[in-house]
């Protein structure tokens, strides 16, 4: 028998955080069919026992480091963060859910199944090390989101946000596929250190193939992390869909898309980064200014986080536009530090909101400082965080990715993502002044929060503020990993 | 043959793309893109991929293509209406797909030169059993892992379609 046809433990080793998600979320989909009404509380505790021991064989697993499965993955460091961001990320989203799907009486295995399903998908797109494994990783992220987006069948807002969503998501996969399809004919391998050999051959591939084709991959991923100028769904999708699916959209499938970008640039496009260099310059810059400018005329709260996230993905682009270790490094630290605050901001949100979520308006933060002072000030925590001040994750992660760009001499590239960080204080200032100055306004009581979404609100505060004080285990950690 | 072969078809699947967007009437539509479909299959037959010819058949010009003209018979849709189009559309539309297509090609042209294009039969490794090999060694993972896939467009489509809760 051919050994090679029998994959090693060590190698199954390396993929059990994704086996453990899709087998626990595959039990879940098994006693949401014979568990009674009443039961089904043990769903939310469930998928939260199964991220915990995702999260345990990811930290795990890195001490296996290498390849698995024919190079189709690769555990090391920068798998091992991403992999741990995202199933973090998705601990806090059940914790955030779990009290709105109450809320909102549509209780369900489903939801708690697809999360753990996006999850693995993105945990995918963290370890893959081949383009057909990038593909379908986002593909099972992409498509679980796209249902999240609409849970909520009965909700018009929902509806639009899920139909948008999909039929964007999916022209935007065509592009990433059909990029993917002119590299395979051309370099004749998925594989993107075989690319990467292929491409650094003297009289190798033309450029103009590969920089065709690495543009059209680009669009694809652009739309993932919804940079301009392919961002135009943030805003209509964060809005309509459920606030903790909002917050989760904003941060988890955007930190793997940001991953599978920082790896097919860095790896398999490095002999070619003469070429994409400037095209992320200008997506980068773009991205910013759509994201503050836009930003700064909502009205409405959810509206104007999905463009502050647009905003965050323009600061990110900057770390990788500087195609350097460091870069690589500040945009995992970034993206750590703005998953928890910006996730943390939604879940506020959700709280707010109250059943139906009729309360999105800037207007009704209101007196939040008066009527809860706790939750008023978590999430100043997460503004301050977002606009970037000292103490709080979002202050060193905008230090490093610009300190990144000007080593890597995008001397102009820092001034201008400096101005656009100040245009973006005034409307997170906004929201503070609403909340601390105005009185609020008479209408309905807001209930406090239940636990489950305390945690979560906490959870992300403290996270934010860990990152913010002792940035230097998570920044030693992403220096080591990142991507040479 | 083989290039009488391959301009037959390609023409045929040309011309068969272009009836699908001109046509009014969904089903002529969908008749074309049958039309497509075949036609794709032999070129890929011409080009040693005999497994990918089978399953372009089986795949999209027999089960897809029965789904899409079920869906167009339960919905019942009738023609097309003809929006108006602007000036420009009317004059511009056609000479700039030429010159798209022109500039295209001749890029193409550029880039590969004549020696290294495709060879008609020259290429073996494209049955059951070479595919089959790679797919259970090689790309054993992404095979299995399309399994997640597929099941989670099954959850999302009981998601979406389900009876009403309450």
Redesign the interface.
């Given at each position: 028998m051919?050994s090679?046809?029998f994959p090693t433990s060590a190698e199954y080793f390396r993929?059990l955080p994704?086996m453990i998600l899709?087998v626990v979320a595959?039990l879940i989909?098994f006693l949401e069919a014979i568990l009674k009404d009443w039961q089904k509380r043990v769903f939310a505790p469930i998928a939260l026992a199964g991220l915990t021991a995702a999260l345990v064989a990811a930290i795990a697993a890195n001490g296996s480091q290498g390849t698995?499965?024919?190079d189709?993955?690769v555990i090391d460091g920068f798998a091992t963060f991403f992999r741990v961001l995202v199933i973090a990320v998705g601990m806090l989203a059940v914790f955030a859910s779990t009290e709105y799907l109450k809320r909102e009486?549509?209780p369900?295995g489903?939801f708690y199944?697809?999360v753990l399903?996006c999850v693995?998908?993105q945990c995918?797109m963290a370890t893959a090390n081949?383009l057909?494994?990038i593909f379908?990783?986002l593909?099972?992220s992409s498509?679980?989101s796209?249902?999240l987006a609409?849970?909520l069948?009965?909700d018009a807002r929902n509806n639009e946000a899920?139909l948008k969503y999909f039929l964007l998501g999916s022209f935007a996969t065509a592009f990433l596929l059909f990029g993917v399809a002119w590299i395979y004919g051309y370099t004749g391998s998925t594989n993107l250190m075989e690319i990467r050999r292929q491409l650094e051959t003297p009289g190798g591939p033309?450029v103009?193939?590969t920089g065709t084709a690495a543009a059209l991959m680009f669009v694809g991923f652009a739309f993932k992390i919804s940079a301009a100028p392919f961002q135009v769904w943030a805003p209509d999708v964060y809005q309509g869909a459920p606030a903790p699916v909002s917050g989760f959209l904003s941060v988890g499938p955007k930190a793997a898309a940001f991953a599978i970008l920082l790896r097919t640039y860095l790896t398999a496009f490095a002999p070619i980064s003469r070429q994409w260099v400037p095209v992320l310059w200008i997506c980068a810059l773009a991205t910013m200014i759509v994201g503050n400018f836009a930003a700064i005329q909502q009205s409405n709260i959810k509206r104007l986080l999905a463009y502050s996230s647009i905003a965050h993905a323009g600061y990110v682009l900057v770390a990788v536009t500087a195609n350097s270790e460091i870069g690589s490094a500040a945009a995992m630290f970034y993206l750590a530090a703005y998953a928890f605050t910006n996730f943390g901001a939604f879940a506020v949100v959700t709280h707010v909101a109250r059943k139906g979520e009729r309360y999105t308006k800037v207007e009704d933060f209101a007196g939040l400082a008066q009527k809860q002072p706790a939750m008023a000030a978590m999430l100043t925590i997460f503004l301050l965080s977002l606009i970037g001040v000292p103490l709080t994750g979002g202050f060193f992660g905008k230090f490093y990715i610009f300190k990144a760009a000007l080593d890597s001499h995008l001397v102009w590239l820092t001034v201008l993502g400096l101005l656009n960080s100040a245009v973006a204080a005034y409307y997170y200032l906004r929201i503070l002044v609403v909340m601390y100055m105005k009185d609020p306004e008479p209408s309905e009581a807001l209930p406090p929060a239940g636990p489950a979404l305390q945690i979560a609100v906490y959870g992300s505060a403290i996270a934010t503020l860990v990152l913010g004080i002792f940035p230097s285990f998570v920044l030693d950690f992403a220096s080591k990993a990142a991507l040479k | 043959m083989d290039s009488i072969l391959f301009i037959v078809f390609a023409g045929i699947a040309v011309l068969c793309g272009l009836n699908l967007v001109l046509q009014k009437h969904p089903i002529s539509s969908a008749l074309s893109l049958v039309g497509v479909m075949g036609s794709l299959a032999v070129l890929y037959l011409l080009l040693g991929g005999e497994f990918i010819a089978m399953a372009q058949l089986i795949v999209y010009a027999g089960a897809i293509m029965v789904l899409f003209v079920f869906v167009i018979m339960l919905l019942n849709a009738g023609t097309e209406p003809v929006s108006k189009r602007r000036l420009w559309v009317t004059y511009g539309g056609v000479p700039l797909m030429a010159a798209g297509i022109g500039i295209g090609a001749y890029?193409l042209q550029r880039?590969f030169p004549s020696t290294e294009s495709v060879k008609l039969g020259a290429f073996q490794g494209g049955g059951a059993y070479e595919i089959g090999k790679k797919l259970?060694?090689?790309?054993?993972?992404?095979f299995e892992?399309?399994s997640?896939?597929i099941?989670?467009?099954i959850?999302?489509a009981?998601?979406?379609a389900?009876k009403?809760?309450?």
């Open positions: 051919d090679s046809l993929i994704e899709t595959t989909m698995a499965f024919h189709m993955l009486a549509h369900g489903e199944a697809l399903f693995t998908g995918v081949e057909i494994m379908i990783g593909e099972i498509i679980a796209y249902i609409g849970y069948r009965d899920a033309s103009l193939i | 890029v880039s259970f060694e090689t790309y054993v993972l992404p892992i399309t997640v896939l099941l989670v467009a959850i999302g009981i998601v979406l389900s009403e809760v309450n």
